[in-house]
């Protein structure tokens, strides 16, 4: 079975930047898996940041981008804000008309 | 604007059917995208359910395939989720979302959501 994996949790401090990822027991990520971000403050719903492995939503701040690293997805929050204390998932499109949520990252700005 | 509405009972029995709505305004559910189902059970992280385009055509996640049923009514710009045999481990925040797709390949993200539904399952 197919799991995707992030880091359950990260500390940044105000202004800092963090790279958050997003990985496959099963293999690579490339641009095929259709990597997608999503930030989630708590008792809200999703608020969908990333798709397309690096094109923001409308709206979203560019000191949020998306890319490929190594054999990841990446989130990179560049000049960390307090607003951005949240959860963050990824999701990977992985064959077969499946889509997977990772299990998610505690982001804390301190 | 669009906006999607998840609505239902917020209390359900063990080995009973789960059944949740979502009403979309501002956007036809014909227009072309898929349309699912995501749930987070309290404290956990996110699961998706399935989608569903107006045609019929569905994508389920294979854990839940065997209990989840999907359904439009593009005459109520609404669509549906049935899910059978609830056991406590189906308690969960419900949203209901739109999903971006790929012809060939089905969903890929997820581009709107609604403020969900909280399920309980319990006597």
């Known amino acids: 079975q197919t799991v995707v994996t992030q880091e359950p949790s990260f500390s940044v401090s105000p202004g800092g930047t963090v790279t958050l990822t997003c990985a496959l027991t099963?293999?690579?990520?490339?641009?095929?898996?259709?990597p997608s971000w999503y930030q989630q403050t708590p008792g809200q719903a999703p608020r969908t940041l990333i798709y397309?492995?690096?094109t923001r939503s409308s709206g979203v701040p560019d000191r949020f981008s998306g890319s490929i690293l190594g054999n990841k997805a990446a989130l990179t929050i560049t000049g960390a804000q307090a607003d951005d204390d949240s959860d963050y998932y990824c999701v990977l499109h992985i064959g077969s008309g499946t889509v997977v949520f990772g299990g998610g990252t505690k982001l804390t700005v301190l | 604007q669009v906006q999607l509405q998840e609505s239902g009972p917020g209390l359900v029995k063990p080995s009973e059917t789960l059944s949740l709505s979502c009403n979309v305004s501002g956007y036809s559910l014909t227009l072309g995208h898929y349309w699912g189902w995501i749930r987070q059970p309290p404290g956990e992280g996110l699961e998706w359910i399935g989608s569903m385009f107006h045609s019929g055509n569905t994508y389920y996640n294979p854990s839940l395939k065997r209990r989840v049923t999907m359904s439009v009514d593009t005459s109520k710009n609404q669509l549906s989720l049935r899910l059978s045999s609830v056991t406590a481990a189906d308690t969960a925040m419900y949203y209901c979302?739109?999903?971006?797709?790929?012809?060939?390949?089905?969903?890929?993200?997820?581009?709107?959501w609604g403020r969900g539904i909280l399920v309980t399952v319990s006597s």
């Open positions: 397309y492995t690096d």
């Open positions: 979302a739109r999903t971006v797709y790929s012809v060939r390949l089905g969903p890929l993200h997820f581009d709107l």
């Open positions: 099963s293999g690579s990520v490339s641009t095929n898996n259709y």
